[in-house]
């Protein structure tokens, strides 16, 4: 394989990363908002299959094989950043100043927990990524 082949395949497999990323990401996000809305912060393979189903589908940013690697991300994160979520609360009060949880919007209360979730338990995302991620999620 030349060089430019194999900078185009490097290009690509970047790409594909950062989609699937971005694809579990938003349906972290999404289930979060869900199970505040109902308040409850559970995460059984049946929820998350339920849930999947009804919204793991690709879209003109997230292709196909994007949003299958996002899934299985997600999958995999979403019982314990549900599991976390009181202590994520109490880092997010404390961190707070003049704002209780209630006065906060739950989409960007949702966005907190899944910023912090990142950089304190994901290995390999750091502090900068965490925020930059949450701030193109609120956009």
């Known amino acids: 394989m030349d060089d430019a082949k194999r900078e185009s395949a490097k290009t690509e497999h970047k790409n594909l990363f950062q989609q699937e990323r ?8 999404q289930y979060l908002y ?7 912060w559970s995460a059984t393979p049946e929820e998350l299959d339920s849930f999947f189903a009804l919204t793991a589908e690709a879209d003109e940013q997230i292709s196909e094989a994007a949003m299958k690697g996002g899934v299985k991300r997600a999958r995999k994160l979403l019982p314990q950043l549900c599991e976390l979520v009181p202590q994520l609360d109490e880092l997010i009060v404390k961190a ?5 949880l209630r006065r906060m919007g739950r989409m ?5 927990r899944l910023g912090a979730f ?4 994901v290995k390999g995302i750091s502090v900068a990524i965490a925020i930059n991620e949450a701030v193109e999620l609120a956009k």
């Open 22 to 29: 971005l694809a579990s990401r938003v349906l972290m996000l």
């Open 118 to 121: 990142e950089f304190l338990y």
């Open 96 to 100: 707070s100043d003049n704002w209780s």
């Open 108 to 112: 960007d209360l949702s966005i907190l």
């Open 34 to 40: 869900g199970c505040d809305c109902r308040q409850t």
